[in-house]
């Protein structure tokens, strides 16, 4: 496939480009970066990929890295230092529940060995692989993005509906959602 023929969403930004080329829908199985993509895909809800993108550097400046063990030490003054950081988006209850899903990342650690091992067990550690023609047919949901939510949400994580685990699976790889005129589509070896 032609280098050029990408996903028509990754639309002409260079910000927006480089992400659709160089990480969505590619396997992540480190559990920091897992860590990101769902705080992100949090943060992201109610608005668009792009502002969360744009604001990217500063939440891994203002959230250390996106490392769990220290976000999940976040107090108060954490807390409201992050709320007037204009970097990032400040939403006290996005924030919050950073914090609170930073705690139960660790949990989920401890118990099963890394949150990269629990959560791809839900594709039995290897990428759904669709074969969508037209962004118009990729779902905003699916049966397991409901099934991990609901999982999720029973163990306390916050900011985990289905549309944000869904859009957490395709950024993650655990779907590929490449239409399959893409040339990363053709590259992850469908």
């Not at 950081?85 to 060995?113: C, D, M, P, S």
Request: proline share 4%; aromatic share 12%; glycine share 6%.
């Amino acid at each position: 496939m032609c280098q050029n023929i990408r996903c028509a969403w990754a639309g002409d930004l260079p910000i927006y480009i480089d992400y659709h080329d160089n990480e969505w829908g590619r396997p992540v199985h480190d559990d920091n970066k897992l860590f990101e993509m769902l705080i992100l895909e949090g943060m992201q809800a109610g608005l668009n990929w792009i502002t969360v993108l744009k604001k990217r550097e500063a939440f891994r400046e203002a959230f250390d890295g996106f490392d769990p063990g220290k976000v999940a030490l976040y107090g108060p003054s954490k807390i409201e230092e992050l709320l007037s950081n204009e970097g990032i988006i400040r939403n006290r209850l996005k924030v919050n529940a950073a914090v609170t899903n930073a705690k139960l990342f660790l949990e989920v650690q401890e118990q099963y060995g890394s949150f990269d091992k629990f959560i791809w067990a839900y594709v039995h550690y290897t990428p759904i692989q669709n074969h969508w023609k037209q962004i118009e047919e990729i779902p905003a949901t699916t049966p397991l993005s409901d099934q991990i939510s609901k999982d999720l949400k029973k163990m306390g994580f916050k900011f985990v509906g289905s549309t944000i685990i869904y859009a957490f699976m395709q950024a993650t790889g655990m779907v590929n959602d490449h239409v399959t005129s893409c040339f990363v589509y053709q590259q992850m070896g469908t």
